[in-house]
């Protein structure tokens, strides 16, 4: 009952206040629901940003993984490549050394 009679007295207080006094109280209330509004808004900034960054990271990795796994699969073809040039080159030297 205390608050009730507290929010009375309050809204009383208000209302017989100057209009002028009114609506700096209002604009001081609005600035500082707007100043609230701001940093929320900079703080998901700053969320999103890192966001970005997280993804751009994520991003070079997959990149540099793909690129690895490439490089591998075309060392691997070189490889068998070279075996295969080095047994036809033994056979030939073998052919010619035997006949």
Excluded at 10 to 19: H, M, T, W
Excluded at 32 to 57: A, C
């Amino acid at each position: 009952m205390f608050i009730s009679d507290m929010n009375k007295f309050v809204l009383f207080l208000y209302r017989s206040a100057p209009k002028e006094t009114r609506d700096k109280a209002n604009l001081m209330t609005s600035e500082k629901k707007l100043r609230q509004e701001l940093e929320e808004t900079r703080n998901e900034l700053k969320k999103t940003q890192n966001y970005v960054k997280t993804l751009k990271k994520k991003c070079n990795e997959d990149e540099v993984s793909y690129l690895f796994e490439n490089t591998k699969k075309h060392i691997l073809s070189i490889n068998q490549l070279l075996i295969s040039v080095i047994k036809a080159s033994t056979y030939f030297i073998f052919a010619t050394f035997f006949s």
